[in-house]
């Protein structure tokens, strides 16, 4: 017997491919999602301003790129779930008097993210890079110290000749 009103079925959003996107995510990780879309660019450019962060890849270590990975995977689950609860007339249920368990979720998502970057840590790396600018400076200074030390580390631009035998 029904009731008139057609039951709208169990797990289903109103975003389409969602929970397939995150059952694929679940079982095979990223490198499911196919890289010419809007979702993988935007991951890709969030995983690459989190390594020039921590000073690029030569400067972390495997353990920060699990992190980095796991940081990436949640940030796409808090970005799906923020679309879907925007979707709701209201982060409540009125006739329950409490929070959509999704909002919850979310809450608990968002935490794990925050507790990921925290382990990543939350201040700018810079790389370690000698400009031409800086290496002249050295240059200088190292020439004003001794003059004969800056030749010595230099090759030789000319060519030396062989003996005639």
Not at 44 to 49: N, V
Not at 142 to 157: C, K, Q, V
């Given at each position: 017997?029904?009731?008139?009103?057609?039951?709208?079925?169990r797990?289903?959003?109103t975003?389409?491919?969602?929970?397939?996107?995150?059952?694929?995510?679940a079982?095979?990780?990223?490198?499911?999602?196919?890289?010419?879309?809007?979702?993988?660019?935007?991951l890709?450019?969030?995983?690459?301003?989190l390594?020039?962060d921590?000073?690029g890849p030569?400067?972390?270590?495997?353990?920060?790129?699990?992190?980095?990975?796991l940081?990436?995977?949640?940030?796409l689950?808090?970005?799906?779930?923020d679309?879907?609860i925007?979707?709701?007339?209201?982060?409540?249920?009125?006739?329950k008097?409490?929070l959509?368990?999704?909002?919850r979720?979310r809450?608990?998502l968002?935490?794990?993210l925050?507790?990921y970057m925290?382990?990543?840590?939350?201040?700018?790396?810079?790389?370690d890079?000698?400009n031409a600018?800086?290496?002249?400076e050295?240059?200088?200074v190292?020439?004003?110290?001794?003059?004969?030390?800056?030749?010595?580390?230099?090759?030789?631009?000319t060519?030396?000749?062989?003996p005639?035998?």
């Open positions: 017997m029904t009731n008139g009103r057609r039951k709208k079925p797990g289903t959003t975003q389409p491919g969602y929970w397939a996107a995150k059952h694929a995510l079982k095979f990780g990223s490198h499911v999602i196919d890289g010419r879309s809007r979702v993988a660019k935007a890709d450019e969030f995983r690459d301003a390594i020039a921590l000073g030569d400067a972390i270590s495997q353990q920060q790129r699990v992190i980095i990975d940081a990436v995977r949640t940030h689950m808090v970005q799906s779930l679309n879907y925007l979707t709701l007339g209201s982060l409540a249920n009125r006739r008097k409490a959509w368990p999704v909002v979720e809450t608990a968002a935490d794990s925050a507790r925290g382990q990543l840590g939350l201040q700018r790396v810079e790389k890079v000698l600018e800086r290496l002249a050295v240059e200088a190292l020439a004003e110290r001794d003059p004969n030390l800056l030749a010595a580390a230099t090759p030789e631009t060519p030396k000749e062989e005639n035998t």
